[in-house]
């Protein structure tokens, strides 16, 4: 799934007050291998446009081998337990919105392809890509993905405009 949509539905999902830790959980996966990414490429050329091969995403090979490992390590549910775990004992506890980085994982398994940046979830051991998902850029996908983000928004404003209505009566 494309970085905003992640940070819409974690946004949706930890709607309370620490909404904004769930965000950055939300999109860290990618902040940690396109972002590093991103930022390296704009100090290395500038703001100039990355070059993609053929259509919108650049062709695998095109992208560093760095940025492959980092994904690897951001997407991989192995360490995000092993990070989960290493937090739980040192601090005896962990925000809630730090498993949405885990949900990130989970909903990019079924949503990218074998093509392109297959979600690693189980590394640094084999992995069983047995799952072809339909890549979150497929136009039908991405419509009903959006559609679907509209609907939990517009549902979560007219249940806090309920509540604050309710409130305001008593």
Known sequence: MDIFAHALWSGAIYNKKRVWWAVFFGIAPDLFSFGVFIVAHVLTSG?????????DVPR??????????LYNVSHSLIVWAVLFAIGWFYFQRLPWEFTAWGLHILIDIPTHSTAFFPTP???PLPQPFFVNGVSWATPWFMLINYGAIAVVYGALYWQHARKKKVSSAA
Not at 60 to 69: C, D, R, S
Request: aromatic fraction near 22%.
């Open 47 to 55: 703001f100039t446009p990355i070059a993609f091969d053929h259509g």
């Open 60 to 69: 695998p090979e095109l992208v560093p081998q760095y940025v492959h490992a």
């Open 121 to 123: 979830f189980l590394w």
